[in-house]
């Protein structure tokens, strides 16, 4: 019998493997505001843009900012506190029943490759699980993630939304970085070794009924042209507007994939399948567009 990948295998009791679990669900939630940032469903991953101006900003979900009506502005805390650098802007070109729009998202995880070097930090975690031998080269790091969003308005309250993008690193002499072994990181790490992330995906924003909305979406993402380690993800969120200017969220992540293993630790079915919970709480600030045209109910 085959068996599963040591980070599905049950640890000892004890404080260090709470300490672990917290530290693996805070960078899952660093990787998911900086780079997925998709936590609610009002301009948060589709086409539409915040008015001028206007602000929102959660736990996760990374604090944004309407610079004009068409541009938008966005920086995930999170992340910062992470030691990992990053900006997105997002321009959308038209407005209408179908509107079209580009994201361009910049991180640097450079200083957060480096903590993982840290003594303290390998204490918490598995060296052979997030972190690097103490002799690499770690050479400064720069991601890019770019994507096209287009989305329709079907009747007055739901969205439809199609993306299709990449992102690809930039690095400077070094040495060539390991990918990291835990499943949900492995795919965007290979962008530290010069590897293109291919991207495409479906969601749905809409009303449920009153103060109500959901969001559900499906994405595939690819390592390389030829898909040799894919995965196949889908979130689903159910959002209670408490009113126009604050929200609550909770929902899921599955993920299911093709993954490499170290030949030690051969892959199950188990180890290719990931659920874990989201939640999140959300404010808005500066209010331009009417509560009706935004999804939004007035209580």
Not at 20 to 48: D, H, P, S, Y
Not at 58 to 80: M, N, R, Y
């Amino acid at each position: 019998m085959t068996n599963a990948h040591p980070l599905l295998a049950k640890e000892g009791a004890g404080g260090g493997t709470m300490i672990k679990k917290l530290i693996l669900f805070l960078l899952l939630a660093v990787c998911e505001a900086g780079l997925f940032a998709q936590q609610t469903l009002w301009t948060t991953g589709n086409a539409r843009t915040l008015a001028k101006g206007q602000q929102e900003f959660g736990i996760i979900q990374p604090f944004q900012i309407g610079v004009t009506d068409k541009l938008e502005l966005s920086v995930s805390p999170l992340a910062g506190l992470f030691l990992v650098p990053n900006i997105s802007f997002k321009y959308r070109y038209n407005s209408g029943p179908w509107m079209i729009a580009t994201q361009h998202s910049y991180m640097m995880p450079s200083m957060l490759i480096h903590s993982m070097q840290d003594s303290l930090f390998s204490k918490l975690i598995r060296r052979d699980t997030l972190t690097f031998p103490d002799s690499l080269r770690i050479p400064y790091i720069f991601t890019f993630r770019n994507q096209v969003l287009v989305t329709r308005r079907i009747g007055k309250e739901t969205l439809v939304t199609g993306k299709l993008g990449f992102e690809f690193g930039l690095k400077t002499k070094g040495d060539s970085l390991p990918a990291l072994t835990y499943p949900q990181f492995y795919l965007p790490s290979t962008t530290l070794n010069n590897k293109v992330l291919l991207f495409t995906g479906v969601r749905v924003d809409g009303n449920i009924y009153n103060d109500y909305n959901y969001m559900v979406e499906v994405d595939f993402t690819s390592s390389g042209f030829k898909a040799e380690h894919w995965a196949i993800e889908h979130k689903g969120y159910f959002i209670w507007n408490k009113s126009v200017k604050f929200a609550a969220l909770i929902g899921y992540k599955m993920s299911y994939g093709n993954y490499p293993y170290p030949a030690s630790n051969p892959v199950t079915n188990q180890g290719r399948f990931f659920i874990f919970p989201v939640a999140d709480l959300i404010w808005k600030l500066n209010i331009k567009r009417e509560p009706e045209k935004d999804l939004f109910r007035v209580r």
